[in-house]
């Protein structure tokens, strides 16, 4: 079945420093989301990508369709302590019109001031 | 600007109890869904409902039932709680294939 593998599990980095995080699939996607789950909170939706290819950013954060379309990159830059939380991509599952996910395991960022 | 509510917030269960975790959306999205978040196992689709007066299962219903009341209440019910049901449980809706949007999730735990 399809599935979502996100890399790294966790990382812990200083305050000012870059990010990068991604996604992979042995599946084609057509769209990838990237949603912030902050402690205690629900996920919120970051970026949605429509296209391979297509670079999106959002503030501080970028985020890319690859183009085979089984992976996908975020970036943030110049982290801040509200960075920490943990991130997911997810994507639709296949031959699903009702808008049905599937997510990957996240990656937990820790920011130390 | 509520967005999507979810009642409880919190709630302790004994083995075998029965509950009914509820939510409801205002932003007039025909989808809606249940997940459960467990550590290192991201969010698994419980149960989905496309529109109003359809439900269908996702990846883990086993022990769970649902009830998509109207198009802005989708529930989901525990008919007797057991300790592997403990996780916190997350409601969304979505307007077709748009992205979903998410509740602030019930923590439930079953002693």
């Known amino acids: 079945g399809q599935q979502l593998n996100q890399s790294p599990q966790s990382m812990f980095i200083q305050e000012g420093e870059d990010v990068s995080m991604n996604c992979t699939s042995s599946?084609?996607?057509?769209?990838w989301l990237w949603y912030k789950q902050d402690p205690g909170e629900g996920p919120v939706l970051l970026i949605a990508?429509?296209?391979?290819?297509e670079l999106t950013s959002n503030g501080r954060l970028t985020a890319q369709f690859g183009i085979t379309r089984k992976d996908s990159f975020l970036n943030i830059s110049a982290s801040i302590p509200s960075d920490v939380g943990i991130y997911f991509c997810?994507?639709?599952?296949?031959?699903?019109?009702?808008?049905?996910?599937?997510f990957g395991q996240g990656t937990t960022l820790q920011v130390k001031p | 600007n509520a967005g999507v509510t979810q009642t409880p917030k919190f709630q302790v269960l004994k083995t075998g109890q029965s509950m009914t975790l509820q939510c409801a959306q205002d932003m007039n999205h025909n989808s809606m869904y249940w997940y459960r978040q467990d550590p290192g196992m991201g969010l698994r689709l419980i149960y989905y409902s496309a529109s109003e007066g359809t439900t269908d299962k996702g990846e883990v219903p086993n022990g769970y039932n649902v009830s998509r009341l109207n198009k802005r209440e989708f529930s989901l019910r525990l008919e007797s709680a057991a300790p592997s049901q403990t996780s916190v449980y997350f409601c969304?809706?979505?307007?077709?294939?748009?992205?979903?949007?998410f509740g602030d999730g019930t923590r439930l735990s079953i002693l």
């Open positions: 969304a809706s979505s307007e077709g294939a748009r992205p979903q949007h």
């Open positions: 997810a994507g639709p599952l296949r031959s699903s019109n009702t808008g049905k996910l599937i």
């Open positions: 990508l429509y296209k391979a290819g």
């Open positions: 599946s084609i996607f057509n769209t």
